[in-house]
């Protein structure tokens, strides 16, 4: 990606970062893990684009 961005945006470094902060984004399940230990209740996600994009939702109580 770092080299796309600097191909097309004479930015590497911002593309640089978007590919170190995908790498280090927890998966769906850890991150509903990650809520339901905040206390958040009833949460769930939904997986959108083949799972590219995902939606949490919780309820906090």
Known sequence: MPKLGKLFA???????????????HPDQET??????????????????TGGVVALHRGVKP
């Not at 004479?10 to 280090?24: K, T, V």
Request: charged fraction near 20%; avoid cysteine; hydrophobic fraction near 40%.
């Open 31 to 48: 991150l509903q893990g990650m809520m339901d230990n905040a206390g958040f209740a009833n949460t769930d996600f939904h997986n959108m």
């Open 10 to 24: 004479s930015d590497a470094d911002s593309y640089q970062y978007l590919a170190e902060s995908i790498r280090m």
